[in-house]
């Protein structure tokens, strides 16, 4: 019999995506979807999904029994804007979900586990450009510390229980099947939403504040090449540097504008402001690119375009 996939998380921003990407490539029935709400149609009606709370053990564990879950996808987080407001439920969250797949596998009743980190376990005192894969990291956010926390974790696990666990630091991710939640990087993707329905927008960072960012097309991929790599070549077992291109929301106003010159921005920078300024604003993600090959496709005019025009296609 064929194992199963389980995604923890399926109907965020990246899980939503994530899970159609997996049914495509490895069978609807193969991959169970699981969150503690319902998601979209599409990830409804194409194959199996579970109502699922990430942090209970024993919930996590009878589907992967049932469904002789091989793999699994640990989707479910807080981000770095909402966990600064509910700062024990983001560790609560954040920790709890991901102890509960390490020891899954510990108990060798999973094989391999994808966690995403991201750029917030990076701090002020990072170098801030072309941050190395191996740096000072003293991350500031209650995220932040979440992510470098559990990627320490996730090297022990590897190192001490031989646990097959898989991670890169997500950059922040602009996609148009499923909104953002919570994020600081959520900007970009409001952005190109609001210039299609007002023709304006008042972005909460200010206009040179640049950021690492990625297309959702190449994160999914990134994710699925990672956990078919052999593990031979893995090198890092806490989180690979992942990079794809680096803006500004004033450059992105501009990428914009190329298409719609009647877009005008605006900037009010709130308590986001201090959560970029202490992450990068670019990432050198040689690492990743040598040990699996990894390569972004989407670079702003790219992502701008195809934003646009799928965004056009829903309303
Ligand atoms: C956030 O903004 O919190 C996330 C991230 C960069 O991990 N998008």
Redesign the pocket.
């Known amino acids: 019999m064929q194992q199963s996939i389980l995604i923890l998380g399926a109907c965020g921003q990246i899980g939503t995506e994530l899970t159609l990407a997996l049914r495509e490539r490895y069978g609807n029935e193969n991959v169970i979807a699981s969150d503690i709400r319902e998601g979209s149609d599409s990830l409804m009606n194409s194959g199996p999904f579970e109502i699922l709370d990430a942090t209970s053990y024993d919930a996590v564990e009878e589907i992967v029994m049932h469904y002789e879950v091989s793999e699994v996808y640990l989707m479910a987080a807080m981000?770095?804007?909402t966990?600064e407001k509910f700062p024990e439920r983001a560790w609560n969250l954040n920790m709890n979900s991901l102890f509960n797949v390490l020891n899954l596998a510990k108990e060798k009743k999973i094989d391999k586990i994808f966690w995403?980190s991201?750029?917030?376990v990076f701090g002020k005192n990072t170098p801030k450009e072309n941050t190395p894969q191996h740096t000072l990291m003293e991350p500031s956010?209650v995220?932040g510390i979440s992510?470098q926390t559990g990627e320490r974790w996730c090297a022990y696990y590897n190192a001490k229980y031989d646990v097959d666990v898989r991670s890169v630091r997500?950059?922040?991710?602009i996609s148009w099947k499923t909104q953002?939640g919570?994020?600081?990087?959520?900007y970009a993707v409001e952005i190109y939403l609001q210039a299609l329905e007002e023709g304006t927008y008042n972005c909460f960072l200010k206009e040179d504040t640049a950021?690492?960012m990625m297309f959702m097309d190449d994160a999914i991929r990134a994710a699925i090449e990672l956990m078919e790599s052999a593990g031979e070549k893995l090198s890092i077992r806490s989180s690979y540097n992942l990079g794809a291109m680096s803006f500004t929301p004033g450059e992105i106003a501009g990428s914009i504008k190329k298409q719609l010159p009647e877009f005008s921005i605006s900037y009010e920078p709130d308590f986001r402001q201090a959560?970029a300024d202490s992450?990068p604003s670019s990432i050198d993600d040689s690492q990743a690119r040598k040990d699996w090959g990894w390569h972004p496709e989407f670079d702003l005019e790219r992502t701008s375009a195809e934003m646009l025009k799928q965004l056009r296609t829903l309303n």
């Open positions: 981000l770095s804007a966990a995403p991201s750029i917030a956010t995220y992510k997500y950059p922040g991710l953002p919570g994020g600081t990087t959520d950021l690492p959560i992450w």
